[in-house]
C-alpha cells in the first residue's frame, strides 16, 4: 500500500468584494459548517503532488473589504491514508504559515473535537490572520481568515464559528473478485493497486468513502506452493508478527472464524497516529488474506467499519494448502533441468525447516552434478550445504570428509561443507574441520566469512577450547586470523583459557597487532586489530607495542580508540588524559569505556566528573535509542525525573528520560533502570524508550504507571 504527505498550500488574493452580511454555509460533502461574512465561491482544484498524484482541493472562499475567510479541505485518491499526524500537520501548517512569511515559530498543537490540528495567529500588516489545520480522519481541513484590525472580532467569529457535522452516509455495495476466491463489501468501487516496482506479489483491493476520505481494503498475499506451517496458530502468528511489532500497542487481540477458517482480528495503536489499524488477517489455500483499515478511534467499530469486516466470504475452491509436507517436492524441483522450475525451489529450500529424515536424501542431491556447481556464490550445492548447516545431523560428518575432494571445483563448495561441520560443533564434526581446513584453499575476497567457521556461538563451549588449540597452527593463512583471534579473545575472557597457552604463538600475534595497527592508522580499515588490542592486555608487553597502543587511543574509531586505552590501563600504563576524558563525555562511548574498566576492576580510572550514576544512565539510555532507531544523532537525552524505589525486594534506582526526535520534532520520555544504589552500574534491564510524548507534567505519575503496567503484563 502507498500512504503519502502532501503538503497543501492555497495561494489567495483579495478581491475587494462588497460587504454581505453573514450567513451560515453548510458542506454535505464536507461534512461541515461555518459562518461565513456573504456568499462563499465554491469551487475544486486538482492539485499533483511531487509524486505525480493528483489530490482533490475543495476550496469555499469569501472576500469582502480586504478580508478573507475560507475554508479548504482534501480529498486523497483511493488507497492513500495519513499515519503521521504530527508530521503531517506540522507540515501542512509550516507550509501556509511560510507562504504567508510569517513566524512559523508561532504555530501551536490543539486537539478539535477530538481531532489532532495545529493553530496559528499574528498581526500582520493591516489586520490579523488566524488559522485552524484539522486533520478528522483521513481529511485535512484548513480554516483561516485575514481581516483588518477593526473587524478582528469578526475573524474570531469566523473562526469559531467553524463545526464538523457527520458525514453523509456512504454506498456500499458487494463485489466478487473471482481471481482471488472472495467477495466483499466496499464504499465506492474498489481500485486494485499493486507495488509493480518492488516485485512484491502483494496486491489489495482499496474502496473509499468519498464522505469521509475512510479506505477500506483487502490485501492479498500470494503464497509459494513450498510453504508449510506447523499449524493455523503458526500461520496466524506469522501473518500478524509484523502488524504487532510495528505499533506500540494491541488494543484488541482475538482470535475468530472467517467464512470457516481460523483467523485474527486485532486493533493496534502508534502513539504518533492520530488513527487506528483494524486488520483481520487469514489464509486459506495458499493465499493469505488481510482486511485493514485505519480510522479515528470513534469510527474503528462504526457500523460502516463492521459491516466491512464481516462482509468476507469465500467463493471457488482453495488453491492448495499451507500445511502439507514440501520436502519431497523441493527435493524433486531443485534437481530440474529446467530453470524456470529449479531457481524457485532453490530459492525456497534454504528457508524451508527440512528435519533429521531428509539428510540422507540431500546427501544424495548433493553427490550429483549440476550446470551451477562452478558459481562463486548461490549454487544449488551450496543451498544444500546449507540446509545441512541447519539440521546440524552427526550423519553429515562423515560424508562431508568423504565428498570433500570433489568440491575441490569450486572454493565456495569447499568453505559451504567447512560450515556445515563447525554448525554440528561436536569433537567428532570439529575434528574433521580441523583436517579439512588444511586442505581448503579460502574464498577469494571472503574473510570475514571465515569468522563464522570459529564462533564461539555455533560451537559448543564444552568443545571451543580443543579447537582453538588445535587451529592456532592455521593463524598464517590470512582469512583465518580474525575468527581465530575472536575465539581466543572469547575463551581468555570467559577464563576459559590461559594467555600461557598462546604463548607459542606471542610472535605472530605481536606481528599481527603492528601490522593491522599500521594499516589502520593509514586508512582506518583493520581486520583483527580489536580483538588483538584486547588479548595483548593479558600479559605485559615491550615499549613498542606500548607506543602503539597510544597512538591507536587517537585513531578514526572512538571503539577502537576505547580499547586501546582500556588495554593500557590493564598494563599499568597512562593514555592521554584529555583523550581519557573526551572518550567518557562522548555519549556512543561512555558507557562501553566504564564497563571495559569495570570489568577489569579498573573503574577508578575512569574521569570522575562522568563516574556517576547519573552520567551513566544518560550514556546508556542514548546507546539505547541508537539500536532502537538503528543511527546515531544528538537525541538531546535529559534525565527529567529520578527516584529511588522498592523494586523485587531492594532499593533501586529509576530515571526517566526525555529525549528529541528531530525528525519528527517531537520529545518523548523513556525509563531507565533499575540500578544498585550501592555501585555504579550500566545495562539496567528495564531501560526502555515509549515512546510517550514529554508533557512537562508529572513524571512520578509517568514512571509509576510505566512499572505498575509492567507487572500486570507478568
Request: proline fraction near 4%; charged fraction near 25%; charge should be negative.
Amino acid at each position: 500500500m502507498r500512504f503519502n504527505l502532501l503538503v497543501l498550500f492555497v495561494l489567495l488574493s483579495q478581491y475587494g468584494w462588497a460587504q454581505k452580511s453573514w450567513k451560515t454555509f453548510s458542506a454535505e460533502q464536507g461534512a461541515f459548517s461555518v459562518d461565513f461574512p456573504g456568499d462563499p465561491e465554491v469551487k475544486s482544484v486538482n492539485r499533483p503532488t511531487p509524486e505525480g498524484i493528483d489530490i482533490k482541493v475543495n476550496i469555499h472562499m469569501v472576500t469582502a473589504e480586504s478580508a478573507i475567510a475560507y475554508v479548504i479541505y482534501n480529498e486523497f485518491p483511493t488507497g492513500f491514508n495519513i499515519l503521521d499526524d504530527s508530521l503531517y500537520l506540522q507540515e501542512v501548517a509550516r507550509e501556509t504559515v511560510l507562504r504567508m512569511k510569517l513566524d512559523t515559530s508561532d504555530i501551536k498543537k490543539i486537539t478539535f473535537d477530538g481531532y489532532p490540528g495545529r493553530k496559528f495567529s499574528s498581526k500582520v500588516k493591516d489586520g490579523v490572520t488566524d488559522m485552524r489545520v484539522v486533520l478528522r480522519g483521513n481529511r485535512v481541513y484548513i480554516v483561516a481568515g485575514f481581516f483588518p484590525n477593526k473587524r478582528k472580532d469578526d475573524l474570531a467569529k469566523f473562526i469559531s464559528s467553524f463545526k464538523f457535522t457527520p458525514y453523509k452516509k456512504a454506498e456500499w455495495k458487494s463485489h466478487q473478485f473471482a481471481e482471488y476466491s472472495f467477495s466483499a463489501d466496499f464504499p465506492g468501487e474498489p481500485v486494485l493497486e499493486e507495488d509493480d516496482e518492488s516485485g512484491s506479489t502483494m496486491k489489495a483491493y482499496s474502496g473509499k468513502d468519498i464522505n469521509s476520505g475512510n479506505n477500506y481494503s483487502v490485501a492479498i498475499e500470494s503464497y509459494s506452493k513450498y510453504d508449510q506451517f506447523e499449524s493455523d496458530s503458526a500461520i496466524l502468528a506469522s501473518r500478524t508478527e509484523l502488524y504487532t511489532s510495528a505499533y506500540d500497542s494491541v488494543l484488541l487481540d482475538r482470535d475468530v472464524v472467517v467464512d470457516g477458517r481460523p483467523a485474527k482480528e486485532m486493533i493496534l495503536l502508534q502513539g504518533k497516529n492520530h488513527a487506528q489499524l483494524r486488520i483481520l488477517t487469514f489464509a486459506r489455500g495458499l493465499t493469505g488474506y488481510t482486511l485493514f483499515a485505519f480510522l479515528p478511534p470513534s469510527e474503528i467499530k462504526s457500523d460502516d467499519a463492521n459491516r466491512f469486516f464481516k462482509s468476507f466470504k469465500f467463493i471457488g475452491k482453495a488453491n492448495g494448502d499451507l500445511l502439507s509436507d514440501k520436502s519431497a517436492l523441493l527435493l524433486k524441483d531443485i534437481v530440474s533441468k529446467d530453470t524456470a522450475v529449479w531457481k524457485p525451489a532453490a530459492a525456497a529450500f534454504s528457508n524451508y525447516a527440512f528435519k533429521e529424515k531428509d539428510v540422507e536424501a540431500i546427501h544424495n542431491l548433493i553427490k550429483q552434478s549440476y550446470s551451477d556447481d562452478r558459481e562463486p556464490e548461490g549454487s544449488r550445492k551450496e543451498i544444500m550445504f546449507d540446509v545441512l548447516d541447519d539440521i546440524a545431523s552427526e550423519k553429515s560428518v562423515a560424508f562431508i570428509e568423504k565428498i570433500f575432494p570433489s568440491l575441490s571445483i569450486n572454493p565456495a563448495l569447499e568453505f559451504a561443507a567447512l560450515r556445515a561441520l563447525s554448525q554440528i560443533g561436536s569433537k567428532p564434526s570439529l575434528t574433521a574441520l580441523i583436517k579439512l581446513l588444511e586442505k581448503h584453499k579460502p574464498v577469494a575476497e571472503g574473510e570475514w566469512s571465515y569468522n563464522l567457521l570459529f564462533s564461539p556461538y555455533r560451537i559448543d563451549s564444552v568443545n571451543q577450547k580443543f579447537f582453538l588449540l588445535n587451529t592456532l597452527k592455521y593463524l598464517p593463512v590470512k582469512a583465518y586470523k580474525t575468527g581465530i583471534y575472536t575465539l581466543a579473545e572469547h575463551l581468555l575472557e570467559n577464563k576459559t583459557l590461559a594467555i600461557t597457552e598462546l604463548s607459542a604463538q606471542k610472535k605472530i600475534i605481536v606481528q599481527d597487532f603492528q601490522a593491522d595497527s599500521e594499516v589502520y592508522l593509514r586508512d582506518s580499515t583493520y581486520q583483527s586489530l580489536y580483538y588483538l588490542t584486547e588479548i595483548l592486555g593479558y600479559e605485559p608487553q615491550a615499549p613498542a607495542e606500548i607506543a602503539t597502543l597510544k597512538k591507536l587511543t587517537h585513531g578514526f574509531d572512538d571503539y577502537m580508540a576505547v580499547a586501546a586505552a582500556t588495554t593500557l590501563f590493564r598494563l599499568k600504563q597512562t593514555p592521554d588524559e584529555a583523550r581519557v576524558t573526551e572518550l567518557a563525555r562522548n555519549l556512543p562511548t561512555r558507557v562501553t569505556f566504564f564497563s571495559g574498566l569495570q570489568e577489569h576492576s579498573l573503574e577508578q580510572h575512569f574521569p570522575k566528573q562522568y563516574a556517576n550514576q547519573d552520567s551513566l544512565a544518560v550514556g546508556e539510555f542514548y546507546d539505547y535509542l541508537v539500536g532502537e532507531y538503528d543511527y546515531s544523532e544528538d537525541f538531546n537525552v535529559e534525565i527529567a525525573y529520578k527516584a529511588e524505589l522498592n523494586y523485587e525486594g531492594a532499593k533501586k534506582k529509576f530515571y526517566v528520560m526525555r529525549f528529541h526526535d528531530t525528525y519528527e520534532d517531537v520529545t518523548y520520555l523513556g525509563v531507565c533502570g533499575p540500578y544498585t544504589t550501592d555501585k555504579l552500574q550500566v545495562w539496567g534491564g528495564l531501560t526502555n524508550s515509549d515512546f510517550v510524548k514529554d508533557t512537562g507534567k508529572n513524571y512520578k505519575a509517568y514512571l509509576d504507571n510505566y512499572l505498575k503496567t509492567l507487572e500486570e503484563a507478568e
